[in-house]
């Protein structure tokens, strides 16, 4: 159904942009508390009895053997090894691109200031299970991780009926140089990474998609004292497709199918000047959505879709930055123009021949996105966010007793005379020969 976005009053037009609600549950809060604290007091033994329970397989350790590896490894085929050969090569290639230079400046005489960038140590990467393995979520977060230099690269992940993960999983890891992988899924794996268990020692920050468990899960580890970091605010996957009449009905229809098979609560929209071209497309998703294998879910997804019809290109741009999505593909003539005014987007695919795909697997860009808005405040995953910085200053004496005046200044200002004394003892004792610089 087309949305005349003129015709809609204010409050309306926030309705057509809404997203699925978010469910604000207190009794999954509660859940996963508990399951923190059992995690907390029972380590490896919690961990054990949470995955016979949620996923049906009873292990003896957390730990992916060696010799579970060889075995799946053995079972991957050649072309999909290739395949995530390619993939891995471009996402390596990009992030090394990505790496931040060190900054050193004498801000005056004498006060010499740095900025220094350095890699997390530790960092927890989790991987759904589900349906379908996801090899591509473990090179985009591997990848990223080996290219900072982070010493610790855990992943987690449910295991099979087999006590062991998909060859893709498996040779993917191999790839990012991951050697520490646990058999483990949900809040409890994310409560392993952030309080550790015998088996698994904590880490530094955590990173990952995951169902609602485990949203809630890395939310509350990250207000524990001392617990860790996780990546970024989380929601259902979404796709924002501008295109203006010249576009094609059928890669646009695919664009927005391709986002609504993730799930039930993913959100696809259109957004364009044309009326022709909306019609073309409803006519076109429901032509493709007949042939899908995963055709409930997206359905279920499209009943939810928007087709949102402007006056022109300039207004859709506007109402794609009011959006702000997690995906935008631009399939509009005049790429630079609209590339020069759209604001607000974790990813921009431009052009008829960018499907989301390309960045989803293989393109080299990260696909590990900020949704729900969040595009506004919040960049793609990237390497900086395996790392973290910290500044340096060194002054020499004459820096000091040039700067020190305004220090003492402010200082006194501020009513703190412990730091205004920090400085005068050191310039009267420079004053006085009493100390070498």
């Given at each position: 159904m087309q949305i005349q976005?003129?015709?809609?009053?204010?409050?309306?037009?926030?309705?057509?942009?809404?997203?699925?609600?978010?469910?604000?549950?207190?009794?999954l809060s509660e859940q996963v508390s508990d399951i923190i604290d059992r995690i907390r007091t029972n380590g490896d033994a919690a961990l054990l009895d949470y995955t016979a329970r949620f996923d049906g397989v009873n292990l003896a350790t957390v730990k992916l053997s060696t010799e579970a590896k060889a075995t799946a490894l053995a079972q991957l085929g050649t072309d999909v090894k290739a395949a995530i050969d390619i993939a891995y090569r471009n996402i390596k290639a990009f992030h090394t691109a990505q790496m931040p230079k060190d900054v050193t400046l004498e801000t005056q005489p004498g006060v010499l200031c740095e900025l220094k960038h350095v890699a997390l140590d530790a960092v927890g990467l989790y991987i759904p299970g589900g349906s379908a393995p996801l090899p591509s979520t473990v090179l985009m977060l591997g990848t990223t991780a080996q290219v900072a230099g982070c010493l610790r690269k855990v992943l987690v992940s449910p295991p099979n009926a087999q006590q062991s993960l998909a060859p893709e999983i498996i040779y993917a890891a191999t790839l990012c140089g991951i050697d520490e992988i646990y058999l483990c899924g949900g809040a409890q794996a994310i409560a392993a990474l952030a309080l550790g268990t015998e088996s698994i020692a904590k880490v530094d920050k955590i990173f990952g998609p995951g169902n609602s468990y485990v949203t809630e899960a890395k939310q509350q580890v990250a207000l524990l004292a001392g617990g860790p970091a996780i990546d970024m605010p989380a929601g259902p996957s979404e796709v924002l497709v501008l295109a203006d009449k010249d576009a094609d009905a059928d890669f646009v229809a695919s664009d927005l199918l391709s986002q609504a098979e993730h799930g039930k609560d993913s959100q696809a929209i259109l957004v364009t000047e044309s009326q022709a071209l909306a019609a073309a497309v409803e006519l076109a998703v429901a032509d493709q959505l007949a042939r899908l294998s995963r055709q409930?879910?997206?359905?279920?997804?499209?009943?939810?879709?928007?087709?949102?019809?402007?006056?022109?290109?300039?207004?859709?741009?506007?109402?794609?930055?009011?959006?702000?999505?997690?995906h935008l593909i631009v399939q509009v003539t005049d790429t630079d123009t609209a590339l020069a005014q759209l604001k607000y987007a974790g990813s921009i695919f431009v052009g008829p021949y960018s499907p989301e795909s390309a960045g989803d697997y293989a393109s080299g860009t990260n696909h590990v996105l900020p949704t729900y808005g969040y595009s506004r405040n919040y960049s793609s995953l990237g390497l900086l966010d395996f790392m973290r910085r910290f500044t340096v200053q060194t002054l020499s004496k004459a820096?000091?007793?040039?700067?020190?005046?305004?220090?003492?200044?402010?200082?006194?200002?501020?009513?703190?005379?412990?730091?205004?004394?920090?400085?005068?003892?050191?310039?009267?004792?420079?004053?006085?020969?009493?100390?070498?610089?």
């Open positions: 976005w003129n015709e809609l009053t204010e409050a309306q037009q926030a309705a057509a942009l809404a997203r699925p609600a978010q469910s604000n549950n207190p009794q409930e879910i997206a359905a279920h997804a499209m009943q939810y879709a928007r087709y949102i019809v402007c006056d022109d290109i300039t207004q859709a741009i506007q109402v794609s930055n009011l959006y702000a999505p997690e820096g000091l007793q040039d700067l020190g005046p305004a220090i003492m200044h402010l200082a006194e200002a501020e009513g703190l005379d412990a730091h205004k004394n920090a400085v005068a003892i050191r310039l009267a004792k420079l004053n006085a020969g009493t100390r070498d610089a």
